[in-house]
């Protein structure tokens, strides 16, 4: 069974930084594709970044040069630097895996549901 864990999350002032983490297993493939999304309270998951097999990246328009998505392979391990962030980027975020999750996945309606989520790792900015 895959395993996705995420740490990193925590509280910040509104401008600051935080740098999320996301271990995968080794049943997670070097060539599938994974992202991060985020859910606040009686909102749908959001899809927020994504990194293909061929390390193209992309993002939600509201976080487009404020975050950046990466992926370790040695460590088997994705990232989401997360910069500049503001009140509204307070949310619970989401490692995903899926080996075809890439940047179509913005454009797909109704949105795909990855085949492996994390637990989640709450992040909160405050003023």
């Known amino acids: 069974q895959a395993q996705l864990e995420e740490s990193g999350g925590g509280s910040v002032q509104a401008g600051g930084s935080l740098k999320l983490s996301c271990v995968a297993s080794?049943?997670?493939?070097?060539?599938?594709?994974m992202g991060w999304y985020r859910q606040t309270p009686g909102q749908e998951r959001e899809l927020v970044a994504t990194?293909?097999?061929?390390?193209?990246?992309d993002y939600t328009e509201s976080v487009k040069g404020r975050f950046t998505i990466s992926r370790d392979y040695a460590k088997n391990t994705l990232y989401l630097q997360l910069n500049s962030l503001k009140i509204e980027d307070t949310a619970m975020y989401y490692c995903?895996?899926?080996?075809?999750?890439?940047?179509?996945?913005?454009?797909?309606?109704?949105?795909?549901?990855?085949?492996?989520w994390g637990q989640g790792t709450q992040v909160t900015v405050s003023s």
């Open positions: 995903a895996a899926d080996h075809l999750l890439g940047w179509e996945w913005f454009l797909l309606d109704p949105p795909r549901q990855p085949a492996y």
């Open positions: 080794e049943s997670i493939a070097s060539t599938w594709g």
């Open positions: 990194i293909s097999n061929d390390g193209t990246t």
